[in-house]
């Protein structure tokens, strides 16, 4: 029997995600998840990652015109309808803890107990809604069958004790931003390890997020998501004949650098290969297809 995304985390193997954006509303959900199964046939991937798309105002204007997309929720059950298993994004900030209750209520009776919970934007704001921990707490209470994930900001100083914390409270993997540098994720993975034998914990799996690019525009897009692309990373895909095949080997190095450095702190990890945008598709498929041989060697 197919181990469960669930095992997959909790366990001592490999687990890899494909993280793809919801349709364009009204586009139409069985259809979406029938292009995406035809996309990944073949491919062995323990889960679909799919993320809560809002209408940002982080970095200045985005050079991609937002569309509202289709629920998480609704998109995550046609595709388990195709035979894959869904991860659902939550931003938790924006709701009150009783929408936040009937949401996750909601989505378990369509069969989503696998929640990755998503602060705000900004931390500077004020928000209506509960924290990441606040949010999984009334998770946590409300059912025992839901896996909690969480987001992992690998730049940020204070990361692994914010992934202790969270830890804390019921999140067992966390998914990092998207990475073109290898350097801040293993300072992360240096300083959560000591800080798990420190305190006497066990770590939990940290997902490699890789992404490919085809375009200057992709680029852009990446930088103003908040990605760090290194000043030789951006010269190397500036002067590539071909963007997509640059960003995968260029990805293929950074992750075998984690997993390298990884390996020798005996960290879980995980992949998640993200398309970004909608016409990467394919091209992000095919990039799992060559990371996922690569991290299975580790």
Same mark, same amino acid.
């Given at each position: ?36 199964? =035809? ?36 998109y995550g059950s046609a595709l388990q309808s195709c035979g894959f298993e869904a991860v659902i994004n939550r931003c938790t900030v924006y709701e009150s803890p009783e929408e936040q209750r009937l949401w996750i209520g909601h989505a378990l009776k369509k069969g989503m107990g696998n929640i990755v919970a998503v602060g705000g934007e900004s931390g500077k704001k004020t928000y209506p809604g509960p924290s990441v921990t606040e949010f999984c707490d009334i998770a946590r209470h409300f059912s025992p069958e839901i896996l909690l994930g969480g987001i992992t900001i690998p730049t940020r100083? =204070? ?31 240096? =300083? ?44 190397? +895909? ?18 075998? =650098?984690? +997993? ?39």
């Amino acid at each position: 029997m197919k181990e469960s995304f669930r095992e997959k985390v909790l366990g001592n193997g490999h687990a890899a995600l494909f993280e793809v954006v919801p349709p364009v509303k009204g586009r139409g959900l069985v259809q979406a998840s029938k292009e995406i199964a =035809d996309i990944l046939e073949g491919i062995n991937v323990d889960a679909i990652n799919i993320p809560e798309i809002r209408n940002e105002s982080r970095n200045g204007p985005r050079n991609i015109a937002y569309m509202e997309k289709e629920d998480p929720v609704s998109y995550g059950s046609a595709l388990q309808s195709c035979g894959f298993e869904a991860v659902i994004n939550r931003c938790t900030v924006y709701e009150s803890p009783e929408e936040q209750r009937l949401w996750i209520g909601h989505a378990l009776k369509k069969g989503m107990g696998n929640i990755v919970a998503v602060g705000g934007e900004s931390g500077k704001k004020t928000y209506p809604g509960p924290s990441v921990t606040e949010f999984c707490d009334i998770a946590r209470h409300f059912s025992p069958e839901i896996l909690l994930g969480g987001i992992t900001i690998p730049t940020r100083l =204070d990361e692994p004790e914010r992934l202790l914390k969270k830890s804390g409270h019921g999140i067992e993997f966390f998914v990092s931003q998207v990475l073109y540098e290898s350097r801040s994720f293993k300072n992360l993975l240096k =300083d959560y390890h000591l800080l798990c034998k420190r305190k006497s914990t066990k770590a939990k799996r940290l997902f490699i997020s890789l992404a490919p690019v085809s375009s200057d525009k992709d680029i852009y897009f990446l930088k103003w998501l908040g990605v760090e692309i290194p000043h030789h990373a951006e010269q190397r +895909l500036a002067a590539a004949h071909d963007k997509a095949r640059e960003s995968m080997e260029i990805c293929q190095e950074i992750l075998e =650098d984690i +997993l390298d450095f990884g390996s020798r702190l005996e960290m879980p990890l995980g992949i998640n290969v993200e398309h970004i945008m909608a016409y990467n598709t394919s091209l992000a498929a095919k990039m799992l297809r060559k990371l996922a041989a690569v991290y299975r060697q580790f």
